[in-house]
């Protein structure tokens, strides 16, 4: 009961800058035809048996590496610098791999968006869920560390249906598509608030009892980051994260989602919060940031994104990778 009026209570302080998820007549125009088909095409793949949808999955997967070289080279040159130890074909297997779990991502949107929520918790386990409680025991806010990982939106609605959350939201090219991301995402009640809104009204969630998630694996240009070991390799780090929690009062919680192939259910892995963080020094806040993102990546390494480059900004002399 205090989690839903938290909700109310956030929700009518930064109604104004949350992201608009009201359906708008431009969706029927022509231009969205084509989505619309690939939207029911989802719709569709969703009353399939879970065997179906992963040979489906499989299958586009396959297709999809065999046709876009460019980010299939990017993927390689990732994986190449984060798991050098790897034999040649142990890489390929998690190439392979890694465009059939995007893939299959894609097709479960129907299953984010559509499904009732006794399926989604048969479909979606949280492991890890004491740890969060042991966060708001010692009343700590909660800020959930996540990757770029294909079951992220598998993530978000599972800790959704069980606490309230606030949260960015990265606006695409495609407004149909936006549409129905963000209405996915806030079914079960996140606070959605795009880029242009800034952390000022998610911060003020977080202190009235929301968790955030918080993705820090991007590279964002050297303007805002400062460079820290990830994988063995200097990365570019938004060095955030340590702040966010200091100000919020917040603990920070490594999570990843992984799909498992046998049990055909995708696993939330929450982790004990980072210990001793922040320390308050940038430098130090990001590497060990990194070093958790590397933790919560290995848990299952073909299920992350590699296709981008994140590794695209290079300290000064350094020569790109891509």
């Given at each position: 009961?205090?989690?839903?009026?938290?909700?109310?209570?956030?929700?009518?302080?930064n109604s104004a800058l949350l992201y608009d998820t009201r359906f708008k007549a431009v969706y029927l125009m022509p231009a969205y035809w084509t989505?619309?088909?690939?939207?029911f095409f989802l719709f569709l793949i969703m009353f399939l048996p879970a065997f179906m949808q992963d040979a489906i999955a499989n299958a586009l997967g396959d297709l999809a590496r065999n046709v876009n070289k460019k980010r299939r080279r990017i993927a390689r040159v990732n994986i190449d610098l984060c798991f050098p130890e790897l034999?040649?074909?142990?890489?390929?297997?998690?190439?392979?791999?890694?465009?059939r779990h995007q893939a299959r991502s894609i097709l479960n949107y129907g299953l984010i968006w559509w499904a009732p929520k006794a399926v989604l918790k048969k479909r979606i386990i949280v492991t890890g869920q004491e740890n969060i409680e042991k966060s708001l025991k010692n009343?700590?806010?909660?800020?959930?560390m996540t990757a770029h990982s294909m079951g992220l939106e598998a993530a978000v609605s599972a800790i959704t249906m069980r606490y309230p959350v606030t949260g960015p939201f990265n606006p695409m090219k495609n407004k149909l598509i936006d549409w129905?991301?963000?209405?996915?995402?806030?079914?079960?009640?996140?606070?959605?608030?795009?880029?242009?809104?800034?952390l000022r009204p998610i911060i003020k969630d977080v202190r009235a009892g929301c968790a955030m998630f918080y993705l820090p694996d991007e590279d964002l240009g050297k303007d805002r980051c400062i460079f820290a070991p990830f994988f063995g390799n200097q990365k570019a780090s938004v060095p955030v994260l340590?702040?966010?929690?200091?100000?919020t009062n917040a603990d920070v919680l490594p999570c990843i989602s992984c799909y498992d192939e046998i049990r055909r259910q995708y696993q939330i892995h929450v982790l004990p919060a980072i210990?001793?963080?922040p320390c308050g020094d940038d430098y130090e806040d990001a590497a060990v940031m990194n070093k958790s993102l590397e933790e919560i990546i290995n848990i299952c390494p073909s299920q992350y994104f590699w296709i981008m480059k994140l590794f695209k900004t290079r300290p000064e002399g350094e020569a790109s990778f891509y």
């Open positions: 009961m205090k989690q839903q009026k938290t909700i109310k209570m956030t929700k009518g302080a989505t619309w088909l690939a939207v034999q040649l074909e142990e890489k390929k297997q998690m190439l392979r791999k890694s465009f009343n700590r806010a909660v800020i959930f129905f991301v963000a209405r996915g995402r806030a079914r079960h009640g996140t606070l959605i608030y795009t880029r242009d809104s800034g340590g702040r966010l929690s200091k100000t210990k001793n963080f």
